[in-house]
């Protein structure tokens, strides 16, 4: 498996299309420069490549284990987690206060779909201990930022997000872990599953912060309030202390992800398990609620990434296996076998990928944008406006990117044929270190009653209004454009068909039938997600298009021949060309699934509800 990133897109995206270096006016951001963000993205595609990525293979096999009580991580994680921390890689978004290098979000995002698949099970240890030393740094009291960010930022000591409860799963509200008031701190007692990077042997010390409820708290989730639990206490003068009760007591064994240890773990189950509480009691719901939408663009970028690593060893593959002659002389036994990248199936299978990938990867930087825009932006109207498109589509960027990342890869499994199900070519690995990403941090379920329930009906449907009639502006501007007018004329439809669709299922739930709504909410995400990404597809190839007339003005060349010739040999007419060509077949064959899912919701079909099971 060589693994590759898609450095020319990805530097599209941030530098041409969304031009992040605009991010630089403001206060924030004001020391960095383009050459410091390319120079940062180009360390991080080194590192990645080789470092991470050999540590796949063998990590896949021998996996994190439970040994004696402990859990205990390969070899080859510890060594790279170490040169993975000395190079900052840990903190690249984070506080300079913290030890953070400051950057922004939507370069972040950049370095983590860069170093993602790499290995997925080796990027969440890092990646969750700066989110939860981040959230700490935003929420905690002083006394928690100095105690705990700066070190879990620089990789001295670790941090894990702890929700699941084996009676609860995704249904929060029934968390049961207690937390009793002792002084200032509390005490906890619970058992926490499924709790990736819960507890390792790669740092002197193991920071969670959880969800308990407090004695006497009401119940479901406004009763939820957010701690701090070291595994080892702190000592005065910053030094690890006594144990804290706070332990592992199995590792899960999974069907990817190998290389991250997901633990069950329990509080308090020996001795006393102390915390200390973020925020005020009764409040964890929404704090936490900060995080996991910072998490959640995380996991959309991680879909991208996985599904990108999968399309490039597709397309490989499809260069180099020769297999069975062109179509136009299959019935001429001396015609010479061609590489399967010639067949037309193969090559659809090819751009579907490519096409889902480009998509994803506009929508998930773009909201990583305006989430740097809203939270540095000193004009009250902007940040609102940039607020409200960063809440509507993280469902979307989590929801829909994972689960058409999984389907990519998929197909990028079956362009492999039975090599891809065979485990030395590398893209089953990638396929079943996918799938947890449509299950974790709110399953696609959650995020498409997310969506609907909430996001789609924020104040009276204003949100969603606004959106829609960003699209509709957008298909208005573009309405002859002369080499995508037809596919303008298709997503503008398709914007309508998705404002019926809400309208019907909005006037379900008024009515009272609040099951048909859910019962359909994940097929809306879908479609939801078809529009908005059909709507950054074109809007990468408009620019794209641009570009490619400007090359061709630039070279002299206007007849087709000479066209045909530029693209063939020049690397960026042939990016430029591509492009517009990929975002042409995302919306003439994933775009119009949009109809399929709308004849469902009409159809007034109940029998999900009404089967007896």
Not at 190 to 218: C, Q, T, W, Y
Not at 413 to 427: I, K, N, S
């Amino acid at each position: 498996m060589a693994y590759r990133v898609d450095m020319r897109d990805i530097h599209f995206n941030l530098f041409e299309k969304i031009g992040v270096e605009d991010l630089s006016q403001l206060e924030a951001y004001k020391d960095f420069s383009v050459d410091d963000y390319k120079m940062i993205l180009n360390e991080a595609e080194k590192f990645a490549v080789n470092v991470i990525a050999p540590t796949l293979a063998p990590t896949d096999k021998d996996g994190a284990r439970f040994e004696k009580g402990e859990v205990v991580v390969p070899e080859e994680v510890r060594e790279t987690l170490r040169k993975f921390n000395e190079g900052g890689w840990g903190a690249v978004s984070a506080s300079p206060e913290f030890g953070g290098q400051g950057l922004p979000s939507t370069v972040a995002i950049g370095t983590v779909e860069i170093f993602v698949a790499a290995n997925t099970g080796f990027s969440g240890y890092q990646g969750l201990t700066s989110a939860t030393a981040n959230l700490i740094g935003e929420e905690g009291s002083d006394f928690l930022k100095e105690t705990y960010c700066e070190k879990m930022l620089t990789g001295v000591w670790a941090g894990a997000m702890v929700l699941t409860e084996a009676q609860a799963g995704s249904a929060v509200g029934e968390i049961k872990t207690s937390a009793k008031r002792d002084g200032d701190t509390y005490l906890l007692t619970g058992n926490k599953i499924f709790i990736s990077g819960g507890d390792h042997d790669m740092n002197e010390n193991m920071i969670h912060v959880l969800l308990a409820r407090v004695e006497g708290a009401p119940p479901g989730v406004k009763g939820l309030s957010l701690f701090v639990a070291p595994k080892y206490l702190v000592n005065n003068d910053g030094s690890v202390g006594a144990f804290n009760h706070l332990k592992a007591t199995g590792v899960e064994e999974k069907m990817g992800m190998h290389a991250s240890a997901t633990c069950s773990i329990a509080y308090g189950e020996d001795g006393p398990c102390r915390a200390w509480i973020i925020g005020e009691e009764n409040q964890g719901i929404q704090i936490m609620f900060k995080l996991m939408n910072h998490a959640r663009l995380g996991v959309g970028a991680q879909g991208v990434s996985q599904a990108a690593a999968a399309y490039h060893l597709a397309l490989d593959y499809a260069h180099e296996r020769v297999q069975g002659t062109r179509i136009e002389d299959a019935r001429n036994p001396a015609a010479p076998s061609v590489p399967i990248v010639e067949h037309p199936d193969v090559r659809r299978m090819l751009l579907a990928q490519k096409a889902i990938v480009e998509a994803t990867r506009g929508l998930i930087y773009s909201v990583s944008y305006w989430l740097d825009r809203a939270n540095h932006t000193t004009d009250d109207e902007e940040r609102q406006r940039y607020i409200d498109l960063v809440e509507l589509l993280t469902p979307i960027c989590k929801g829909y990117s994972t689960e058409m990342a999984f389907h990519s890869i998929c197909l990028a499994l079956q362009v492999h044929g039975g090599y891809g199900y065979c485990e030395e070519y590398g893209v089953s690995v990638l396929l079943r270190d996918a799938k947890i990403g449509t299950i974790y941090e709110g399953t696609t379920g959650i995020q498409a009653m997310d969506l609907l329930g909430r996001k789609v009906a924020m104040r009276k449907g204003g949100l969603f209004q606004n959106f829609v009639g960003i699209l509709g502006d957008f298909v208005e501007r573009n309405s002859g454009h002369p080499a995508l007018e037809k596919h303008f004329k298709l997503l503008g439809e398709a914007k309508d068909q998705l404002v019926a669709t809400t309208i019907t299922l909005g006037t379900k739930g008024m009515t009272g039938d609040i099951n048909y709504p859910l019962q359909y909410a994940t097929p809306y995400l879908f479609m939801f997600g078809h529009v908005a990404c059909s709507y950054f597809i074109l809007d990468q190839a408009l620019l794209a298009h641009e570009k490619l007339q400007t090359l061709y003005a630039d070279k002299g060349v206007q007849d087709d021949a000479g066209k045909r010739k530029l693209v063939q040999e020049h690397v960026d007419a042939k990016f430029y060309y591509n492009k517009i060509e990929t975002a042409k077949f995302f919306v003439a064959n994933i775009l119009p699934e949009v109809y399929g899912i709308a004849k469902s919701v009409e159809s007034d079909d109940k029998s999900p509800m009404d089967i007896v099971f």
